[in-house]
């Protein structure tokens, strides 16, 4: 009779909490890093890893709710990463550039020059971007490819027993990305694309244009699936979760006395633009979320932005360490404060019964 007691008390505990969602924003290397230090943070005050029901990830959030999704705890990433232990899932420069990345950039940056070079000579009195345009067949798709992303992530899952199906996920997983000919924002692991491998999915999500060439499934071209949306939290709500909580990792650098963006060079004011792009994005889109669901509770999670380090180049390596423990540090003392209204709505409904 206990057992039975017990069985229909989690029954009903089940059936009688909201439905809950994580939305995990793309930011590069450094992004995902922050990410898995913030949900670590997260865990430990929840004391319980896991328990939503759906995940959405977009570009390096994908990776990591890819992770999640399998059950895999914030937790357990956090210790591989930050110890540099050797498991499948750490997540290494290996993991985003193959050997020969740099020596297939160097050629692509010289068929740019090239490109642009055969075109300035027959045109020496037109503008820069009319010369671009006519050299636009010659240029070449991106810098870098995601064939090394692809497999890293395909050969992990299969090393530590995950899935590389959604369908054979014990929790929903969404990845949105773009597809750049129909410009349309497509969702990976619903409709005619859930019988895509996750590994693929990730890989076309994760598709920085320019950066990147798009990633080509079964015919069609996709970029990342921040252009033009950031977080996606839509998706979550329209799977009928009653909460859900973004986590974003880039808000625009704020970091007075230091050097100023101008002198730091072009790569530099790129990502700063990119931070601001997505963080208005963001904002308007949960704006209008909160009005469009009015029956679901948004919560976001970010960096504060009176103190945002830029760390480094969000696809960068040297400084990911940093913004692993970053994430973890600076969403711990969040959550001890502003966090509050978010713990109380999730501590109930996370928490595991006592058996």
């Given at each position: 009779?206990?057992m039975?007691?017990?069985?229909?008390?989690?029954?009903?505990?089940?059936?009688?909490?909201?439905r809950?969602?994580?939305?995990l924003?793309?930011?590069?290397?450094?992004?995902?890093?922050?990410?898995?230090?913030?949900?670590?943070?997260?865990?430990?005050?929840?004391?319980?890893?896991?328990?939503?029901?759906?995940?959405?990830?977009?570009?390096?959030?994908?990776?990591v709710?890819?992770?999640?999704?399998n059950g895999?705890p914030?937790?357990?990433?956090?210790?591989?990463?930050?110890?540099?232990?050797?498991?499948?899932?750490?997540?290494?420069?290996?993991?985003?550039?193959?050997?020969?990345?740099?020596?297939?950039?160097?050629?692509r940056?010289?068929?740019?020059?090239?490109?642009?070079?055969?075109?300035?000579?027959?045109?020496?009195?037109?503008?820069?971007?009319?010369?671009?345009?006519?050299?636009?067949?010659?240029?070449?798709?991106?810098?870098?490819?995601?064939?090394?992303?692809?497999?890293?992530?395909?050969e992990?899952?299969?090393k530590?027993g995950?899935?590389?199906d959604?369908?054979?996920?014990?929790?929903?997983?969404?990845?949105?990305?773009?597809?750049i000919?129909?410009?349309?924002?497509?969702?990976?692991?619903?409709?005619?694309?859930?019988?895509?491998?996750?590994?693929?999915a990730?890989?076309?999500?994760?598709?920085i244009?320019?950066?990147?060439?798009p990633?080509?499934?079964?015919?069609?071209?996709?970029?990342d699936?921040?252009?033009?949306?950031?977080?996606?939290?839509?998706?979550?709500?329209?799977?009928?979760?009653?909460?859900v909580?973004?986590v974003?990792?880039?808000?625009?650098?704020?970091e007075?006395?230091?050097v100023?963006?101008?002198?730091?060079?072009?790569?530099?004011?790129?990502?700063?633009?990119?931070?601001?792009?997505?963080?208005?994005?963001?904002?308007?889109?949960?704006?209008?979320?909160?009005?469009?669901?009015?029956?679901t509770?948004?919560?976001?999670i970010?960096?504060?932005?009176?103190?945002a380090?830029?760390l480094?180049?969000?696809?960068?390596?040297?400084?990911?360490?940093?913004?692993?423990?970053?994430?973890?540090?600076?969403?711990?003392?969040?959550?001890?404060?502003?966090?509050?209204?978010?713990?109380?709505?999730?501590?109930?409904?996370i928490r595991p019964?006592?058996?």
């Amino acid at each position: 009779m206990e057992m039975l007691r017990r069985a229909i008390t989690y029954w009903r505990a089940r059936r009688d909490r909201p439905r809950l969602a994580l939305a995990l924003a793309g930011g590069g290397v450094i992004g995902g890093m922050y990410e898995v230090g913030a949900l670590t943070a997260l865990e430990e005050r929840l004391a319980s890893p896991g328990g939503f029901d759906v995940y959405v990830g977009c570009s390096a959030g994908s990776v990591v709710a890819s992770l999640l999704a399998n059950g895999v705890p914030a937790s357990e990433v956090y210790r591989i990463l930050d110890q540099d232990l050797a498991d499948p899932l750490n997540f290494r420069r290996g993991a985003v550039y193959s050997s020969d990345a740099f020596r297939h950039a160097a050629g692509r940056f010289g068929r740019l020059v090239w490109a642009v070079g055969k075109n300035a000579l027959t045109g020496l009195r037109g503008s820069v971007p009319d010369m671009l345009a006519r050299a636009e067949r010659d240029l070449p798709a991106g810098l870098f490819d995601l064939a090394a992303l692809e497999r890293f992530m395909r050969e992990a899952f299969a090393k530590r027993g995950l899935a590389n199906d959604f369908a054979a996920l014990p929790r929903t997983l969404l990845v949105p990305a773009v597809d750049i000919e129909q410009a349309r924002r497509v969702v990976f692991g619903q409709g005619e694309l859930a019988g895509v491998p996750i590994s693929q999915a990730i890989a076309a999500s994760s598709s920085i244009p320019g950066f990147f060439e798009p990633y080509a499934i079964d015919g069609r071209d996709y970029v990342d699936g921040g252009v033009g949306f950031c977080g996606h939290a839509d998706l979550a709500a329209e799977t009928g979760a009653r909460v859900v909580v973004v986590v974003n990792p880039l808000v625009p650098n704020h970091e007075p006395g230091v050097v100023p963006l101008r002198s730091r060079g072009l790569y530099s004011i790129l990502e700063q633009a990119g931070r601001i792009y997505s963080q208005n994005l963001l904002q308007l889109g949960l704006a209008a979320m909160r009005v469009k669901y009015a029956r679901t509770e948004f919560f976001l999670i970010q960096p504060p932005r009176a103190d945002a380090p830029m760390l480094g180049p969000s696809m960068g390596f040297e400084a990911s360490h940093a913004a692993l423990r970053y994430g973890y540090e600076s969403t711990k003392e969040w959550l001890a404060g502003h966090g509050e209204p978010l713990l109380r709505r999730l501590v109930p409904s996370i928490r595991p019964l006592a058996v």
